[in-house]
């Protein structure tokens, strides 16, 4: 028996009919995969349940695809994701040193999202901003040549906005 609990009536309608649009579609697995995690938030495994079952896909097929592109995430989501970069000249640059101030700041571990739903925070590879190492971003924004001083700031900044 599914589960429609985790994604209450009108989530389980709007996922209903992403599923009745795709369903017979090549392909149509991602899209409905896609339009799941706008609806829900993420792909957790209720969710992943509920699609196997919809539309006759096997649930490891549907496992698999959540966990193979990064565009999908097994938890919900912050408002904020946090992104620090974790390459070669953020790293030797210290940003280890501000990620474990991101850690203090956000009180979360990476990969995990704030009780309050205010942030996600992920550890991140290069991000393409070498020359302002170490780097962040938070939902795209990027902030460079940070110091372990810096984020308070910041995150307060986003928690006033929040």
Known sequence: MTNTSVLGG???EELDAAIARWKDEKGGLLPIMQQAQDICGCLNEDVQ???SEKTGHPLTTVYGIA???SQFTLM???????GMCMG???YVRGGANVFTALQKATQV???QTTEDGLF???AMRCIGCCGLAPAMMVNGEVYGRLTPDDIPGIIEKYRKEG
């Open 10 to 12: 009108t989530r389980a």
């Open 88 to 90: 070669t000249a953020c």
């Open 49 to 51: 349940r509920y699609i």
């Open 67 to 69: 966990t193979f592109y």
């Open 120 to 122: 996600t925070l992920e």
């Open 109 to 111: 571990e990476p990969g």
């Open 76 to 82: 919900p989501r912050g408002k904020y994701t946090v």
